[in-house]
Nanobody
Framework: QVQLVESGGGLVQAGGSLRLSCAAS????????MGWFRQAPGKVREFAAD????????FYADSVKGRFTISRDNAKNTVYLQMNSLKPEDTAVYYC????????????????WGQGTQVTVSS
């Protein structure tokens, strides 16, 4: 059974930083692209960042580019999202997701999802 468990969310002031972690189990982690998505209250879930199976390639939404950094540790089956210079508009539930490297699904469709972790940025 595949499980993705996020942690590291919380309340932070604008300009502050948080580091999210997502621990994966039940899958061969290095066979998966990993992504972070977020959903703000009353809004649809949106893509934030993703990382290739080996960490060699990353991609970011314009809204987080230059402030967020995605990374992974395949030895620990964990993906991270370092969030700096946080803004109130970054407030959302953050989800990690996994997608098989051979998947033919559209870019933002993933195979497995975590339960999410709340990030709240106060002004």
């Amino acid at each position: 059974q595949v499980q993705l468990v996020e942690s590291g969310g919380g309340l932070v002031q604008a300009g502050g930083s948080l580091r999210l972690s997502c621990a994966a189990s039940g899958l061969t982690f290095s066979n998966y692209i990993m992504g972070w998505f977020r959903q703000a209250p009353g809004k649809v879930r949106e893509f934030a960042a993703d990382i290739s199976w080996d960490g060699g390639s990353t991609f970011y939404a314009d809204s987080v580019k230059g402030r967020f950094t995605i990374s992974r540790d395949n030895a620990k089956n964990t993906v991270y999202l370092q969030m700096n210079s946080l803004k109130p508009e970054d407030t959302a539930v953050y989800y990690c997701a996994a997608k098989g490297v051979r998947s033919t699904k559209p870019m933002y469709e993933y195979d497995y999802w975590g339960q999410g972790t709340q990030v709240t940025v106060s002004s």
